[in-house]
Nanobody, 121 residues
């Protein structure tokens, strides 16, 4: 019904930059909040950044000022620009979206499969 296709990620040296993108596709009525989460080795999944349909964004304190989330609501796509990367940013990054399948239906959370970001020191 809903697929979240992530792209980007990879290996970068500390201080470098990477960009991620995530596009929602399938059969649905509307997409509300979209965001990025990450799960580092031996750690719990945590919110990195999220953005509303109106463009209001929230960031984890650890990435504020370094990461920028943006959105193209017409394309149901979000982007994450990651600058000044640190080794502790190494994680699998997951895209998430709140989606209503039909008008008036409850919102459900959908997840992408994740993309690896590795920052070497």
């Amino acid at each position: 019904q809903v697929q979240l296709l992530e792209s980007g990620g990879g290996l970068v040296q500390a201080g470098g930059s990477l960009g991620l993108s995530c596009a929602a596709s399938g059969s649905f009525h509307r997409v509300e909040v979209m965001g990025w989460y990450r799960q580092g080795p031996g750690k719990q999944r945590e919110l990195v950044a999220q953005i509303s349909t109106g463009g209001s964004a929230d960031y984890a304190g650890s990435v504020e000022g370094r990461f920028t989330i943006s959105r193209d609501s017409d394309l149901n796509t979000i982007y994450l620009q990651m600058n000044s990367l640190k080794p502790e940013d190494t994680a699998i990054y997951y895209c998430a979206a709140e989606v209503a399948l039909r008008p008036g239906a409850f919102m459900y959370n959908y997840w992408g499969q994740g993309t690896q970001v590795t920052v070497s020191s």
